[in-house]
C-alpha cells in the first residue's frame, strides 16, 4: 500500500489529471527512496494509483537502469561501461572492485553495504574510468583509489 505521504508526493508531480501516467517515472523514484526498491506489489500500488496497468508500469520501470527490480545494499556502485571508459582502464577498475568487494556485476556484498552493477555511460568520457556511488560521481577513478573512494560509505 502506498502510504497517504507517498500519495501527496507523487500526487505533487501529475500536472494534468487526464494524464496521470505521466507522472510513472517520478512516481517510481518516490516510492524507490523510501523503499529501497520497487517490488512488485508496488508496481500494481503505483500503476493503480495512476491509472496504468501493471504490465505498462513494469515496462517504464525495467527501462531506466536507475530503478531497482529488486534488492540492492545501501550503496549502488555504477561502474561505467562505455568505450571511452574501457579504453581508459574499465577492466582494471572492475576487476579491483569485485575483487575487493568479493561480488561480480548484479551482486550484492554479503553486509548489504554494497550493489555493482554496470552502467552503459555516466557521461564523463573525458575523465574515465568513471563510478557512481548513489548519486556521487567520481572520475578518473585509479584502483588504487578505490579504498578512499568506497570508505565514503559506511
Not at 57 to 75: C, K, Q, S, Y
Not at 80 to 107: F, H, M, N, T
Not at 110 to 135: E, K, S, W, Y
Request: a negative charge.
Amino acid at each position: 500500500m502506498l502510504s497517504d505521504a507517498l500519495k501527496r508526493e507523487i500526487e505533487s508531480h501529475i500536472h494534468e489529471p487526464e494524464h496521470r501516467a505521466a507522472a510513472c517515472t517520478e512516481a517510481l523514484r518516490i516510492v524507490q527512496r523510501e523503499r529501497g526498491w520497487i517490488d512488485d506489489e508496488s508496481i500494481r500500488d503505483i500503476a493503480e494509483f495512476l491509472t496504468m496497468t501493471p504490465h505498462e508500469l513494469d515496462g517504464v520501470a525495467t527501462f531506466f537502469n536507475l530503478i531497482h527490480r529488486r534488492p540492492v545494499g545501501r550503496n549502488v556502485i555504477r561502474i561505467c561501461s562505455s568505450v571511452s571508459c574501457w579504453v581508459l582502464g574499465y577492466d582494471k577498475l572492475r576487476d579491483a572492485l569485485q575483487k575487493k568487494l568479493e561480488i561480480k556485476p548484479g551482486q550484492t556484498t554479503a553486509d548489504q553495504r554494497f550493489t555493482l552493477i554496470p552502467n552503459q555511460c555516466l557521461g564523463c568520457c573525458d575523465h574515465g574510468p568513471a563510478l557512481m556511488v548513489n548519486g556521487d560521481l567520481h572520475r578518473d577513478v585509479d584502483p588504487d583509489r578505490l579504498d578512499d573512494v568506497l570508505n565514503r560509505y559506511a
